[in-house]
């Protein structure tokens, strides 16, 4: 069975620029959450989604915002591209939320680079 | 809020050494506590997770314990290979899906 899967796995874009992520969970997985890691730095929480629905945001900035379709596979949008964003951003999935015993599985991430 | 802080690496061992990466936390309530791995160009894997206060979780040779008492999740392995080298991450689980993480640890084993 296929394990989470991201795309793109590289992307390089330039200050103001708009850029769109996406994941595909685990066959059977509900829930996505996306985290963003900085070089050097662990993964911090941006959002989780359930059934489509929005059940936990990090603190980040209005300018990242995600959605998860009906096959469950989910897109992340970060608008107006900082420099500070360059990081790898990583999609994890699990079956159900709110409970923690449900193991989270992680995809290989997106390299993303700002110019 | 939560928060976890582990040791700062990298941590450079001979291959049979033993292993220890500490781990403590900040939380309301008994989260849940993990240690993720992630191996050379890719993604994290959960490594052993425990769920309440002394819980042992274990998992490739590698065990670590919740201690309320300490707040702490240290990361032991009785003797490491080549192959275990890595970084390590200590993680809670907060409301939702929400997973803190430390920085990381990296972990050098060498011949």
């Known amino acids: 069975d296929a394990g989470v899967t991201q795309s793109p796995t590289h992307l390089i874009k330039t200050r103001g620029q708009h850029v769109t992520l996406r994941c595909s969970p685990i066959?059977?997985?509900?829930?996505v959450s996306w985290y963003q890691q900085v070089l050097g730095q662990g993964p911090q929480f941006i959002f989780q989604y359930y059934e489509k629905e929005e059940r936990g945001r990090g603190n980040f900035p209005d300018r990242f915002s995600a959605r998860q379709f009906p096959n469950y596979s989910s897109e992340l949008n970060v608008n107006a591209l900082l420099l500070g964003d360059s990081a790898l951003y990583l999609c994890?999935?699990?079956?159900?939320?709110?409970?923690?015993?449900?193991?989270?599985?992680f995809g290989p991430g997106t390299r993303l680079t700002v110019l | 809020g939560n928060s976890v802080t582990q040791m700062e690496g990298p941590v450079t061992l001979s291959e049979e050494a033993f292993l220890t990466i500490n781990c403590t936390y900040t939380a309301t309530g008994y989260p849940s506590l993990f240690w993720y791995v992630q191996y050379p160009g890719e993604g994290l894997q959960l490594l052993l997770k425990a769920t309440k206060a002394d819980d042992k979780g274990s998992n490739k040779g590698f065990e670590a314990t919740y201690r309320k008492e300490t707040t702490s999740f240290h990361l032991e392995k009785g003797s490491v290979q080549v192959s275990d080298s890595a970084v390590y991450f200590c993680?809670?689980?907060?409301?939702?899906?929400?997973?803190?993480f430390g920085t990381g640890t990296q972990l050098k084993v060498e011949l």
């Open positions: 066959s059977g997985h509900k829930s």
């Open positions: 994890a999935s699990s079956l159900g939320t709110g409970d923690l015993r449900n193991e989270q599985f």
């Open positions: 993680a809670l689980g907060g409301g939702g899906n929400k997973l803190t």
